[in-house]
């Protein structure tokens, strides 16, 4: 009897402290908080993210035709005044049609998808 009790016992103290570990700390009140990560737009697959890089970044590396003028590229966020925005090559709005309706520009090597109405960030792909 004492020995089942002791498993038992072990056993719950080993689920607590696995429960405990995986909680969040609460953070002190002057430290500083951490952004949330803003919600995409367009929501895109790895194998659609894959799609649109090897089609616009063939070999990884492509021309920069914007800029982050200053270093805030964020989704949600504005794509700099003046960027060229671009459409997508016909081969990627067959295959990933999710695009169809945005524009792209490339900036600091990374793929910046832009919906044309509101200059809006729908997603950055690195």
């Known amino acids: 009897m004492k020995r089942a009790l002791a498993i038992v016992s072990l056993a719950t103290v080993l689920l607590a402290g696995g429960a405990i570990a995986q909680s969040p700390t609460p953070s002190s009140p002057g430290a500083p908080q951490e952004a949330p990560i803003p919600n995409r ?18 070999g990884g590396k492509a021309a920069t035709t914007g800029s982050s003028a200053d270093g805030k590229l964020e989704i ?28 792209f520009m490339i900036a600091d090597n990374q793929i910046v998808i832009v919906d044309p109405k509101d200059n809006t960030i729908a997603d950055i792909l690195k």
């Open 76 to 103: 949600g966020g504005k794509a700099p005044v003046g960027a060229a925005l671009q459409d997508f090559p016909q081969l990627v709005n067959e295959k990933v049609s999710a695009v169809r309706n945005y524009k």
């Open 41 to 58: 737009s367009i929501k895109l697959t790895a194998e659609q993210s894959y799609i649109i890089k090897e089609n616009v970044m063939p």
